[in-house]
């Protein structure tokens, strides 16, 4: 499995942005995506994720109500869109699949990472 997340930027806070991630390899569907974020000087810390069906989504609860986490199955493509940004939504954000489908909070269960992409909100 290989993994693309693009997107990023600079936004002002309350704005918004969608992250794209571009899979290839194994079949898209039989996987779950998870979303991760890091700040500087900060651990990894979970978003939210998306069954390999796109029935089930889980988020953290620091962007639920703000965020949301889809997919294309047809296209090979997972997204994050996030409305009323903040200043602490500032991180890189990585792509990550977990090939089990367990749809975990744990960055551990998933194998497969995208390289990230830098989103800055400014206040």
């Known amino acids: 499995v290989q993994l693309q997340a693009s997107g990023g930027g600079l936004v002002q806070a309350g704005g918004s942005l969608r992250l794209s991630c571009a899979a290839s390899?194994?079949?898209?569907?039989?996987?779950?995506v998870g979303w991760f974020r890091q700040a500087p000087g900060k651990e990894r810390e979970f978003v939210g994720c998306?069954?390999?069906?796109?029935?089930?989504?889980r988020y953290a609860n620091s962007v639920k109500g703000r965020f949301t986490i889809s997919r294309d199955n047809a296209k090979n493509t997972g997204y994050l869109q996030m409305n009323i940004l903040r200043p602490e939504d500032t991180a890189v954000y990585y792509c990550?699949?977990?090939?089990?489908?367990?749809?975990?909070?744990?960055?551990?269960?998933?194998?497969?990472w995208g390289q990230g992409t830098l989103v800055t909100v400014s206040s």
């Open positions: 990550a699949a977990d090939t089990a489908d367990f749809g975990t909070n744990s960055w551990v269960q998933y194998e497969y």
């Open positions: 390899g194994r079949s898209f569907s039989t996987y779950a």
């Open positions: 998306i069954s390999g069906s796109g029935s089930v989504t």
